[in-house]
Structures are given as C-alpha cells and as structure tokens.
C-alpha cells in the first residue's frame, strides 16, 4: 500500500505534537498504514512550501491539516488553504477551527451553542470558497483550558472523522467514467398564447461524456465524440492493470476518423484551390508524369510576372497604407487569377522577409504550392492501423494540453506505453483507476 | 517555414517596472534598466503582458506633485489586481512597490501610504518604500535590493486586520442593523482610532477621497458630541457607499 503524505501546520509545538500523534495512531486504526507525516509551525514557510509545488510539481499531499489560527496577522490557514488549492499540492484539507466542538461543554464553558455553530458555518463557507468544496472538511481543535485526557479524546474523535472522509474520497482522486447524458435539441413549439418558442427538448440517442480527475486537480467533462482517442483509452483504462489492447481491437472499439481540425488551434490546413490544379493541367498536359523540381520551376514561372506587384499591393493593405481605386482593382482582378492562392501563401511566408531576394525555390513556399509539388497520397485504411493507433495517442495528449488539462496527459504519456501495434497500461503502484 | 528571430530585447523580460507616463519615469526607465509601464495598458489583453507582469518583482511608481496618498494607493491596488489575475501565482505573487515622489512631499504622505498598507509606519521589509526623487540615485538603489517583497494575501491580511478598519466594520454592522443606541459608541470607536490621523480617514474612502472623508468626519462628529437621532441613523446609511469597506 502507498504511504499516505501529510501536512500539519500549526504554530504551537503541543497540539502539534498531539494532533501528529493521534493521526498516527488513527490512520494506522482505520487500515491506512503509517503516514509520512511533514509538520510545520511557521506560517509564511508553509505557505511558500505550498507555493513550491507551482514550479516544482511534487508528489501531493494526501491530507493537509492547517490550524486556522497560525498567530501571523498576514497568513492564515485559509491562505495556505487557498495556496495549496493554486498548486495542486493537497488532496483533501482539514482547516481546525480552534474552537470547542463539543456543543454541551461549549455551553458550559466557552461560548454559546447558537453562535459556534454560526462561527463554524462561516468558516466552512469560506474554506470551501478557497479549497475544493467536496474535499475540505472544517472540524474544532479542542479548547486548550480542557483537560489533556478530554483534548486527546475529543481530537481523536474528530481525527476519525477525517481518516472516514479521506477513505470515502481516495476512490475518486483517479477516475475515468463514462456517462451517458441526454442530448438536446431545439423545438419549435407554440406557447398557450399563440406564440412561436423555442425550447430545449432530449433526443432518444444520448451523447457519452467522460468525467477525468488525475490526481488533485479538478475534474473534467470531456465528449465523445470531440475528443477522438478518449474512447480507445477509456477501454484500456477498464481492462485493469498491465492490460493490453492492440490495433485491431482499438479499430473495433473506435474506427479511424479524419481529423477534426476543431481541436486544434493552429492555422487550418490551407488546401490549394482546384482551379490552381486545373490551371496547370490546362497549361501543361503532362503536369501529372512531372517530377517535384519541374513542376516549382513551372510554379514560379507561372506567377513570377505579377507576384512582386501582389505582394507590393498586399502590404500597403497590410500595414494600413490604403490602396487607391486603381490599385484596388489590380489587386481584385489578381485574387480573380487561379493562382492567387499560391501567391497568398508566398506574401504571407516573405513578408518576415523584407529586402530578401531570390527565387521561390531558395525561400519555402507556401503550403498551396507545396501540395502542388508534392501531392499527399490517402494511403489505404487496412495498412495504417498500426499508424492510427501510435497516432490516437499522441493526437489525443496534444490535445489535452492544448485545453490546459496537464496532469492527465502527461498520466498518459508515462504509463501508456508499447509498440506500433500493442498498447500496454501500466499504473503505478496505489493508483486505481474507478472507470 | 522562415521564422523571425525573436530580437534580444524581446527574448528578456525585464522584473523591474516603472509605471509612469511622464518623461522622468522614461529617463528613469531608461537608467535603471527597466520596462516603462502605463496604467492605462493594464487593460490590454496581450501574451506579452502577461509574461510581463508574471515576472515582475519589483514595480516603481513614479508620483505626481498632486497626487494624494489615497490616489497612490488606488494605482498600486490597480497594479496588484490586474497582476493577479495575470500572473501565475495569482494573489500570492510576490512584489515590492517602491513609490517615487516629488521633493517636496508632506511626511503624511507616508503615513498615509502606511496606512494604506495596513501598517503603521513604512516598513521595508512589508513590501512597501519610499524614495524622493531629491535624495540620491544610490539611495534608490539601496533601497530597490533592501525593500523585502509581499503578496496580496499578506497586504488584505493586513489590511483587514488593523483597529481602524475594525472599527469602522462594526460601524457599518452597526448602521445597517442598528440599534439606534449603539450606534454613539460604535462612532466614538471609530472618532478615537482615527483621533491622531484623521487625515488617513481618506484611504478607508472611495474617490473622491477628501470628499468623502470631510463628509464621514462631519457625521463623526456629530454623532460623538451630539445626540444620535434616528435622522442622523438614515444620513449615516446614505453615506455607507462612499466607505471602501462592506459589512462581514
């Protein structure tokens, strides 16, 4: 079993002391072994220990236990509630509130019943404003007028709450879920008075969503169908440790569909416009039999005549200069020309380049005249498998880190790992995933 | 693809800003090394102001004549909010704010700026400095390696925390929910934390600070010396917006 990683912070060495000691003895009870325990007394040194995770990411403390008073006006345990929120560094939190939790000695002794429960009501609220809600738990520390026997008994039952809370969480710090929600749709629909509305209404076929936490971040709903990969990963994910799954089973589960260019943020793929193709065809009968030096010799001697007075007409309209009507016409009947497409893309790859000579073949055209040059040939499905499966992968942890979802990509890229044709998921030890 | 190659100047980005518009803060950018800042590109969504204010450790503000302690405080309140929401630490990014005035600045000015911190007076090591621009460029320097640095966190910590604004949060708890009686001895808290300053009564304001605060003072006073009537309670309640603070 994982050793399980805690943090106390508290300023005053005898709770400390007493709260270390009754979480050792707790956790061992409750079957979680005996925790690797980092205490700390100094609030600012805790909170910029907490902050350390931002650059140099740690394994993560499974429980954080922070007095809330840490006898610094500038940093309270809410703060290193909040820091370590920001860094990712806690699992769960535990914030002791440093009153007496127990009501009826409370209304003997200490304060009011009516007014604790309200204190202890603002408190929660406010650490679940600074910590994840579902996994901060506010509890008292007990008075420290009451006797030590009475402290130890009354930590100890709150300690036990916590241990409980901490068992009941562990299972979904890793998780990998399908769900099936309706999907919706709009419809017309005419309201009691006559009128024309839209509402929105389920469809019969659902759409499948995965909800993903790795780890201590947040969790996130990412669908089917926008995320090509997820599907093939998710199996994986469900047939247990060290399962493998190879290409032929990944297609059944998921077969091959084009890119989605959605996804991706960069510049879309500009495809040379058929008339450019046709142009040359036209022009030049054998266009096809030609080798790649042939056919950029043709390109440039195609456009060559009028591509310096496109780009000049280009970037008066680039840098705000204007054009005239005449020059606006020019420019019109250019972008009419079948080429005009190939002589985008060169002013957008020279105009970097100012003062630069020479001809298309010593500067890198653009992408239109490349594929030109060089057409990209489909090759068959049956023999790129292999290819796709390398490809799912790869395409799919891009992605997730293009949508900031870091520590679930980078999960991916450490323990899934094999070879072109068989993918194997290995987790480290302590980590199982509820999918 | 020809790429550019990214100038040298780019390629650093430069921890020490000088926000001003004027030409001593350029000259000054231009001695210190550092990036001449304007207020108003705060608002500018842009990459580079982000990484700008991500790296940014230490931030000089140069102070016109005619601004007022309040006025400073609100530029270096704008500076610490739009880098929170930019930087990567958020509201635990450290800086040191050293604020540049003209020769002839009243020592209220510090107090004020104090205040404005949630201290009593200037402390170094709290983030905060002073340096006029009479005394000499070596002091600056001094000073730039010597002010220690901190973070929003620790600034409304503070800020929070201080007898003054305590004072006036009870005040507030006070007028909205009275009781009527209350309200002479929760303004004659408030009437003695500010006794020795009342100048500083500005920063607890919103602008026009002086303003406001003359208007607080007036009310202040009326409710200490005179009878609290319940026309004096609805006057104070109409005052509350112009109050920075809100009820807990």
Same mark, same amino acid.
């Given at each position: 079993m994982r050793q399980i990683r805690l943090l106390i912070v508290d300023d005053e060495d005898e709770p400390r002391n007493l709260v270390r000691k009754i979480y050792e003895e707790v956790l061992s009870d409750f079957g979680l072994g005996v925790p690797a325990i980092t205490t700390m007394g100094n609030a600012k040194a805790a909170k910029a220990h907490a902050l350390q995770f931002l650059d140099d990411p740690d394994e993560p403390y499974d429980i954080a236990s922070l007095d809330l008073?840490?006898?610094d006006v500038e940093v309270t345990g809410l703060d290193i509630l909040e820091a370590l929120k920001l860094s990712q560094a806690a699992w769960t939190a535990v914030l002791l509130?440093?009153?007496?939790? &127990?009501l009826e000695k409370a209304a003997k002794t200490f304060v009011e019943p009516k007014k604790l429960t309200q204190l202890l009501r603002s408190f929660r609220s406010e650490a679940q404003e600074k910590f994840w809600p579902m996994r901060v738990l506010v509890i008292g520390k007990p008075h420290h007028s009451l006797p030590h026997n009475e402290q130890a008994r009354l930590l100890r039952t709150h300690i036990e709450q916590v241990a409980e809370f901490y068992r009941n969480l562990e +299972? %979904?710090?890793y998780m990998f879920k399908r769900l099936e929600v309706p999907r919706k749709r709009k419809v017309k629909h005419k309201s009691k008075y006559g009128k024309r509305k839209t509402a929105l209404a389920d469809t019969i076929q659902p759409r499948a969503v995965y909800q993903i936490r790795c780890g201590c971040g947040d969790m996130v709903e990412l669908d089917e169908e926008s995320w090509p990969g997820l599907k093939t990963m998710h199996e994986l994910f469900k047939m247990g440790r060290n399962a493998v799954i190879t290409a032929e089973q990944a297609m059944q589960i998921e077969p091959y569909k084009p890119r989605?260019?959605?996804? =991706?943020?960069?510049k879309a793929i500009v495809k040379p416009r058929e008339a450019a193709k046709d142009y040359f065809i036209g022009e030049h009968p054998g266009w096809d039999s030609y080798d790649g030096a042939t056919r950029l010799q043709l390109i440039e001697e195609a456009i060559s005549p009028w591509i310096d007075a496109y780009c000049e007409l280009r970037k008066y309209q680039d840098t705000g200069s204007g054009l005239n009507k005449a020059q606006q016409a020019k420019l019109d009947q250019m972008l009419t020309h079948p080429l005009s497409q190939v002589a985008e893309d060169w002013y957008d790859n020279t =105009?970097?380049?100012?003062g630069t000579s020479g001809s298309l073949a010593e500067i890198t055209i653009g992408r239109a005249a490349q594929e030109l040059v060089n057409p990209v040939r489909q090759r068959p499905q049956e023999a790129r498998e292999d290819v796709w499966l390398a490809q799912r992968k790869s395409r799919l942890c891009a992605a997730l880190r293009d949508k900031n979802i870091l520590s679930f990509a980078d999960y991916i890229e450490e323990n899934v790992s094999g070879t072109d044709r068989n993918w194997t998921h290995s987790p480290p030890k302590g980590i199982d995933w509820s999918t | 693809m020809p790429t550019a190659t990214p100038s040298p100047r780019l390629q650093r980005v430069p921890q020490t800003l000088i926000v001003g518009t004027g030409p001593y803060a350029r000259s000054l950018a231009q001695i210190l090394d550092a990036r001449p800042f304007e207020?108003?590109?705060?608002d500018i969504e842009q990459p580079a102001l982000d990484r700008l204010l991500n790296s940014a450790t230490r931030i000089l503000l140069v102070i016109g004549g005619s601004c007022s302690a309040p006025n400073a405080i609100s530029q270096y309140d704008q500076i610490y909010t739009c880098i929170r929401k930019r +930087? =990567? %630490?958020?509201?635990? @990014?450290q800086i040191s704010v050293i604020f540049i005035c003209?020769? @002839?600045?009243?020592l209220e000015f510090e107090t004020g700026i104090a205040d404005g911190i949630g201290l009593d007076n200037i402390d170094t090591t709290k983030g905060v400095n002073v340096w006029r621009r009479s005394e000499s460029l070596g002091l600056l320097l001094q000073r730039l390696q010597s002010t220690g640095a901190a973070d929003w966190s620790e600034l409304e910590n503070r800020r929070r925390s201080r007898p003054k604004a305590l004072s006036l949060v009870a005040l507030i708890s006070v007028i909205l929910s009275?009781?009527? +009686?209350k309200i002479s001895s929760a303004a004659q808290a408030v009437w003695t934390e500010f006794?020795? &300053? +009342?100048?500083?009564l500005e920063n607890y304001c919103n602008p026009p600070h002086h303003r406001n605060a003359r208007k607080w003072r007036e009310w202040l006073q009326n409710a200490v010396t005179g009878e609290v009537t319940p026309d004096l309670w609805a006057e104070g309640k109409k005052l509350l917006?112009?109050?920075k603070l809100k009820r807990p």
């Amino acid at each position: 079993m994982r050793q399980i990683r805690l943090l106390i912070v508290d300023d005053e060495d005898e709770p400390r002391n007493l709260v270390r000691k009754i979480y050792e003895e707790v956790l061992s009870d409750f079957g979680l072994g005996v925790p690797a325990i980092t205490t700390m007394g100094n609030a600012k040194a805790a909170k910029a220990h907490a902050l350390q995770f931002l650059d140099d990411p740690d394994e993560p403390y499974d429980i954080a236990s922070l007095d809330l008073n840490l006898g610094d006006v500038e940093v309270t345990g809410l703060d290193i509630l909040e820091a370590l929120k920001l860094s990712q560094a806690a699992w769960t939190a535990v914030l002791l509130t440093g009153f007496e939790m &127990d009501l009826e000695k409370a209304a003997k002794t200490f304060v009011e019943p009516k007014k604790l429960t309200q204190l202890l009501r603002s408190f929660r609220s406010e650490a679940q404003e600074k910590f994840w809600p579902m996994r901060v738990l506010v509890i008292g520390k007990p008075h420290h007028s009451l006797p030590h026997n009475e402290q130890a008994r009354l930590l100890r039952t709150h300690i036990e709450q916590v241990a409980e809370f901490y068992r009941n969480l562990e +299972s %979904q710090r890793y998780m990998f879920k399908r769900l099936e929600v309706p999907r919706k749709r709009k419809v017309k629909h005419k309201s009691k008075y006559g009128k024309r509305k839209t509402a929105l209404a389920d469809t019969i076929q659902p759409r499948a969503v995965y909800q993903i936490r790795c780890g201590c971040g947040d969790m996130v709903e990412l669908d089917e169908e926008s995320w090509p990969g997820l599907k093939t990963m998710h199996e994986l994910f469900k047939m247990g440790r060290n399962a493998v799954i190879t290409a032929e089973q990944a297609m059944q589960i998921e077969p091959y569909k084009p890119r989605n260019n959605k996804l =991706k943020p960069t510049k879309a793929i500009v495809k040379p416009r058929e008339a450019a193709k046709d142009y040359f065809i036209g022009e030049h009968p054998g266009w096809d039999s030609y080798d790649g030096a042939t056919r950029l010799q043709l390109i440039e001697e195609a456009i060559s005549p009028w591509i310096d007075a496109y780009c000049e007409l280009r970037k008066y309209q680039d840098t705000g200069s204007g054009l005239n009507k005449a020059q606006q016409a020019k420019l019109d009947q250019m972008l009419t020309h079948p080429l005009s497409q190939v002589a985008e893309d060169w002013y957008d790859n020279t =105009k970097e380049l100012t003062g630069t000579s020479g001809s298309l073949a010593e500067i890198t055209i653009g992408r239109a005249a490349q594929e030109l040059v060089n057409p990209v040939r489909q090759r068959p499905q049956e023999a790129r498998e292999d290819v796709w499966l390398a490809q799912r992968k790869s395409r799919l942890c891009a992605a997730l880190r293009d949508k900031n979802i870091l520590s679930f990509a980078d999960y991916i890229e450490e323990n899934v790992s094999g070879t072109d044709r068989n993918w194997t998921h290995s987790p480290p030890k302590g980590i199982d995933w509820s999918t | 693809m020809p790429t550019a190659t990214p100038s040298p100047r780019l390629q650093r980005v430069p921890q020490t800003l000088i926000v001003g518009t004027g030409p001593y803060a350029r000259s000054l950018a231009q001695i210190l090394d550092a990036r001449p800042f304007e207020l108003e590109m705060l608002d500018i969504e842009q990459p580079a102001l982000d990484r700008l204010l991500n790296s940014a450790t230490r931030i000089l503000l140069v102070i016109g004549g005619s601004c007022s302690a309040p006025n400073a405080i609100s530029q270096y309140d704008q500076i610490y909010t739009c880098i929170r929401k930019r +930087s =990567k %630490q958020r509201h635990f @990014h450290q800086i040191s704010v050293i604020f540049i005035c003209p020769e @002839h600045t009243p020592l209220e000015f510090e107090t004020g700026i104090a205040d404005g911190i949630g201290l009593d007076n200037i402390d170094t090591t709290k983030g905060v400095n002073v340096w006029r621009r009479s005394e000499s460029l070596g002091l600056l320097l001094q000073r730039l390696q010597s002010t220690g640095a901190a973070d929003w966190s620790e600034l409304e910590n503070r800020r929070r925390s201080r007898p003054k604004a305590l004072s006036l949060v009870a005040l507030i708890s006070v007028i909205l929910s009275g009781p009527l +009686s209350k309200i002479s001895s929760a303004a004659q808290a408030v009437w003695t934390e500010f006794a020795e &300053d +009342s100048h500083v009564l500005e920063n607890y304001c919103n602008p026009p600070h002086h303003r406001n605060a003359r208007k607080w003072r007036e009310w202040l006073q009326n409710a200490v010396t005179g009878e609290v009537t319940p026309d004096l309670w609805a006057e104070g309640k109409k005052l509350l917006p112009t109050l920075k603070l809100k009820r807990p």
